[in-house]
């Protein structure tokens, strides 16, 4: 199969959770025997902290403007599936023209599905429209659960199909290092998440000055008052990841608002924590336990507390499991060759 990817980045991990999405995906796709494309936007921010320029399981390529990626047309044209993601600067525009180019096996992966779905809901179409919809063959949605089927119902989706994130499990997985924190959280910045994280982590770190925390990620506002025992990691690049879970007691999960009130919306860091075996914490949401059966959950400082002074053993060893039984790159794979490849069959009758 011929797929090509029109994405927000596969080249840069700084700051965002597409590229290591792609990376695993598309890495274990290729791996099955397909070619893959992906056409990249050209931005500054992701060209001055580009950590893998030249992948060895895709052609990638960057265009700079739409009349630039008009020189794309053939390969697109020629395309088994297409795929264009959610966040992909003037999302619209490439959307139209993918659709236009490749009718019929142009899809849509969204990486961001409730953040996505509040957008529409305020009128705020900035890489997707609800014309656009019906136009994707099939809505690949880092949610599942009932979204699915609002996509199909309310905003006529031909097919909504659950596509979580996935791990590569050869990349991550457990290391022989010391612990060296009771409790780490690995994220980028967000507003919606920075009170849990305070209730979570910062406030127990204030409570328990013999415990050791971390917080690796960038954008982190110079105004925020991180205690003594809490070690900031401005940025963590993949390769350092399993690393930091390996030498974390446990790892906190914090999620976003909207995919809270969504549910069934696990993170792309839940899967890479569980494959290193290293226990998690997380907020509550609807779907999490079938999602990863075994993880703990926290409401308050509290609750964290507790889970610290208890022990962790056997619930790294469980994530890790449950995330090389259904969380792999080669699982979702073999998932998204599946519908793809139901988008070329033809039907029977």
């Known amino acids: 199969m011929k797929l090509v990817v029109l994405g927000l980045t596969l080249s840069s991990s700084w700051g965002n959770g597409h590229a290591t999405t792609f990376r695993a995906l598309l890495s274990a796709f290729a791996a099955r025997g397909h070619q893959v494309l992906f056409l990249e936007r050209d931005r500054p921010w992701y060209a001055d902290h580009r950590d893998l320029p030249a992948p060895d399981f895709c052609h990638l390529a960057y265009y700079d403007s739409l009349a630039e990626l008009e020189g794309s047309r053939e390969p697109v044209a020629e395309a088994d599936a297409v795929i264009v993601g959610s966040y992909v600067p003037d999302g619209v525009a490439v959307g139209e023209w993918a659709q236009s180019v490749a009718p019929g096996r142009t899809c849509f992966y969204d990486i961001d599905t409730p953040v996505t779905l509040a957008k529409l809901a305020r009128g705020d179409f900035e890489y997707l429209t609800p014309g656009l ?54 994220g980028t910045y967000s507003d919606d998440r920075q009170p849990t994280l305070a209730r979570l982590l910062i406030d127990v770190a204030e409570a328990c000055p013999k415990r050791r925390f971390a917080v690796a990620g960038p954008q982190y506002p110079a105004a925020i008052r991180w205690p003594a025992n809490v070690e900031r990691i401005e940025h963590l690049p993949p390769a350092a990841h399993p690393e930091f879970y390996s030498a974390s007691r446990f790892t906190l999960n914090v999620t976003r608002a909207d995919m809270i009130a969504a549910g069934w919306s696990p993170s792309v860091r839940l899967f890479e924590a569980g494959a290193c075996a290293c226990p998690i914490i997380s907020d509550q949401w609807a779907g999490i336990e079938t999602v990863l059966p075994g993880i703990r959950l926290a409401e308050t400082g509290a609750d964290v507390m507790a889970i610290l002074a208890g022990d962790a053993e056997g619930a790294g060893e469980a994530a890790r499991a449950a995330v090389l039984a259904r969380h792999s790159a080669a699982v979702r794979a073999a998932e998204l060759e599946a519908d793809l490849l139901a988008l070329t069959e033809p039907a029977t009758a």
């Open 133 to 186: 919809i019906p136009g994707y063959a099939t809505y690949f949605s880092f949610t599942g659960g009932p979204v699915l089927t609002r996509l199909e119902r309310e905003y006529g989706s031909p097919r909504a199909r659950a596509l979580y994130c996935s791990v590569d499990t050869a990349r991550y997985r457990p290391q022989d290092v010391p612990k060296r924190w009771d409790l780490s959280y690995l």
